[in-house]
């Protein structure tokens, strides 16, 4: 991994870092595997660059982007942010990147542009987990933001962590980080991102609808059909009696920043 | 093997849930190791329910008999069922009131994992010479309590997961197989219990 120069940014919160080996080792990127070991262990074989992101759909000025440009760019910060996964576990981490406002008003949406769909790699010869998988996942990997969350200024495209390039297992050469939702609305490996009028269908949601809601917010209140969220695991400590349990957050502690985007919803109802 | 096998047989059949405790207090259960430790416990205790439930078609059909370890099996899954109960009230749930209440009456995943548990329970009070000769022809029929117990774990445990995959097709197969091989069985049992010639 490259060493990136950055700069702090807003909105890191006072906390510890969640040693970068777990965050490198233990994740979710069902392209590898199902394993949560997967994304390290058979991720060798994956070469992302050159990567031309695209940014297409209801624009003014549609764009191919070079990512090795962005992970040149003078303005890449580093935030510190929560991330609280749907399976009742937790990390912190450092992640460096730019918010994903600064690569959208470069398009300039459409008055017609309410939502943004995002699409992974399809790339099967690199990608052990998008050939033999019987998951029902239909590649790609897709998400789904309403436009004025991804025009939020937490919302964060990352090309890094920890002051590096991202590695492979995390989702190089650049993923979405939205520090309110659960992780696996941050897609990873991001290929196109187009500008839509019309809430487009993502990965989980088509998978498990009623499991897996489309907005998908961090919310103690609304469990998962199979599990409470009212608390999580803290990943870090590796000591069976000593793993850390904490009280899980409205909106993963970022209640001051976000609250407002959902006011007068209901999050049982749109969760 | 001499009549000391169960000297030899329940410590081996232990050894896991024993390693699995020393590997999590030496910190090497990765990351999230009260997942690991809690899944890992089920996942044994799944796989003692299904060896315990081949040894009777495993003697029909081949002769290989190990009828005489049945009962070892049957305690084994027991034991692991409870460990991993106490793993998920404990480490998971952090005895944790209001959550493990609302498991048990809200979310059918925890529900029949509780009922395979539940079932299990009298089995293995009632697995002695003791409760055999005092329950009479009326053990055999609480043994069939066994079946329902397979059937929940199985769903449990093919819900543990969020898709389908190797290990829950595996055994979910495996458990399905060993419950479907009996049919043909029971089926017979039950016409004979149908005084012929008469409509039901």
Known sequence: ?271 | MTKHWRFVLYPLGLLPALWLLKQGIDGQLGADPVNVFERELGLWAFRFLVLCLCVAPLYAKTGLNFLRYRRLLGLLAFFYASFHLVAYMGLDAGFNLSILLKDMTHRPFTILGMTAFTALLPLALTSNRWAMRWLKRGWKRLHLLVFPAALCAMVHFYLSFKTLNDMSAFYGALMLCCIVVRVPKWMKGIRKTIPYGRAI
């Open chain 1, 1 to 271: 991994a490259d060493t990136l120069k950055t700069h702090p940014g807003p909105y890191s919160a006072a906390l510890t870092p969640t040693p970068r080996d777990d965050v490198q080792n233990y994740n979710n990127f069902y392209e590898f595997g199902m394993d949560k070991g997967d994304p390290a262990a058979r991720s060798g074989g994956y070469h992302p660059f050159p990567w031309t992101l695209e940014i297409s759909g209801l624009v003014q000025k549609p764009q191919q982007i070079d990512v090795a440009d962005l992970l040149r760019s003078a303005d890449l910060e580093e935030r510190l942010y929560r991330m609280r996964c749907v399976e009742a576990w937790s990390m912190v981490i450092p992640w460096n990147g730019l918010a994903l406002h600064k690569l959208l008003e470069r398009v300039e949406p459409l008055p017609q542009a309410r939502y943004v769909a995002f699409e992974s790699i399809v790339r099967p010869s690199e990608m052990p987990g998008q050939r033999d998988d019987f998951s029902g996942i239909t590649w790609p990997y897709r998400e789904g933001l309403r436009l004025d969350e991804a025009l939020h200024p937490l919302t964060f495209l990352a090309v890094g962590a920890y002051g590096e390039s991202l590695p492979n297992a995390n989702g190089a050469p650049l993923r979405l980080v939205v520090p309110w939702k659960y992780g696996f609305k941050g897609i990873k490996a991001i290929r196109r991102i187009r500008l839509v009028a019309e809430p487009p269908p993502t990965t989980w949601n088509q998978l498990a609808p009623q499991e897996y809601g489309f907005y998908a917010n961090v919310n103690p209140e609304v469990d998962h059909p199979r599990w409470s969220q009212a608390q999580e695991r803290v990943i870090g400590s590796h000591s069976l009696f000593g793993e850390k349990r904490q009280p899980t957050l409205m909106f993963n502690g970022y209640s001051e920043q976000v609250s407002s985007l959902y006011q007068g919803m209901d999050l049982r109802e749109d969760y």
